[in-house]
């Protein structure tokens, strides 16, 4: 007789309810100290330049309104120059993309379709009608030149 393969279960090892609050507990206090680092170093950046630009107002407020006044133009001018940039990128790149859409060509033939049946529903003459009419009218004059000379001796 074959022998049965017994098998054993093993039991997944859980971690103890313990060492999930020490590791909770860890990674809170990691939290509360990094937001209090960057918290103090955004925080104390912005007071020193506040204290800075209120000591320049109370010693030349002239000279420091001028200096706020020229930041603000400049900072103006570069925002405008970059979003120049941006847009002529964006419209680089739309026309770059235009012919791509398979609905593009669609929509173009049924515009210049349209754009060629308002001449005939306006009663306009063709480019054909009008060389024709330019060829008779060349006909006629010299016709009457002829008709002239003929008269005139």
Known sequence: MAGRKTTTKRKKQTKSSIYDLKELQDRAERLLKTVKTRGEKYARNSY???KEFAEDMINDPGRTATDVIDNGKEFVSDLKKDTRKKIKSIVKKGKKYRDEF???KTIENKISKGLKAVPARVN???KQDIEK????MEALNKKLDTLNSKYST
């Open 48 to 50: 020193e330049t506040c």
């Open 102 to 104: 398979p609905t593009m």
């Open 124 to 126: 306009l003459a063709s």
């Open 133 to 136: 009419l330019i060829r008779s």
